[in-house]
T-cell receptor, first 112, second 114 residues
Framework: DAGITQSPRHKVTETGTPVTLRCHQT?????MYWYRQDPGHGLRLIHY???????DKGEVSDGYSVSRSKTEDFLLTLESATSSQTSVYFC???????????FGSGTRLTVV | DQQVKQNSPSLSVQEGRISILNCDYT??????FLWYKKYPAEGPTFLIS?????DKNEDGRFTVFLNKSAKHLSLHIVPSQPGDSAVYFC?????????????FGKGTKLSVKP
């Protein structure tokens, strides 16, 4: 969807290094989310934001932090990447209209 | 504790036949249910939804049925087409809950054979 973009699309990083993933939206939606998708686990919520500088933890937040300094940008940071954080990360946006989220194309992160 | 369950990891169907994907939930506070479709290397896309006050919603070849007493919903695809081959996620939403976050099931991979 053109209204939401994730960068980078692919990244390989070493264990112990910091990594930041970016989500950018042009829809002016209030709510933004970070999910990870893993085989056998489906989509699990990491963190979400309900406004500028308003964020909260999701189901699997350990090892992750987020920041939202502008409506359009939501950053996910792995302070010290571990192999268990190898995953596909999806950002989503919502105006809370009956839960209809719009997802980005994903970032495939490999931690070696 | 999984609130949304998709117990079938995969389903294989012949082209032209009906595909039925199932989903169970445990939280009676959910008031909206959605199905998302996901192709490889793409993000999930919204397919169809249903409010808890309804028992059926239809959109072209896709119909979602909700049985609140059984806490069960199903997605019917008729007729199934090869392009329907994807992973389907069931999701539930409590509008009045914690920021209204979607809770997803683990997904069912549908394969439609020509």
């Amino acid at each position: 969807d053109a209204g939401i973009t994730q960068s980078p699309r692919h990244k390989v990083t070493e264990t112990g290094t910091p990594v930041t993933l970016r989500c950018h939206q042009t829809e002016n939606h209030r709510y933004m989310y970070w999910y990870r998708q893993d085989p056998g686990h489906g989509l699990r919520l990491i963190h979400y934001s309900y406004g500028v500088k308003d964020t909260d933890k999701g189901e699997v937040s350990d090892g992750y932090s987020v920041s939202r300094s502008k409506t359009e940008d939501f950053l996910l940071t792995l302070e010290s990447a571990t192999s268990s954080q190898t995953s596909v990360y999806f950002c989503a946006i919502s105006n809370r209209d009956r839960g209809s989220y719009t997802f980005g194309s994903g970032t495939r992160l490999t931690v070696v | 504790d999984q609130q949304v369950k998709q117990n079938s990891p995969s389903l294989s169907v012949q082209e032209g036949r009906i595909s039925i994907l199932n989903c169970d939930y445990t939280n009676s506070m959910f008031d909206y249910f959605l199905w998302y479709k996901k192709y490889p290397a793409e993000g999930p896309t919204f397919l169809i939804s249903i409010s808890s006050i309804k028992d059926k919603n239809e959109d072209g070849r896709f119909t979602v049925f909700l049985n609140k007493s059984a806490k069960h919903l199903s997605l019917h695809i008729v007729p199934s087409q090869p392009g329907d081959s994807a992973v389907y996620f069931c999701a539930a939403f409590n509008y009045g809950g914690s920021q209204g976050n979607l809770i997803f099931g683990k997904g069912t991979k549908l394969s439609v054979k020509p």
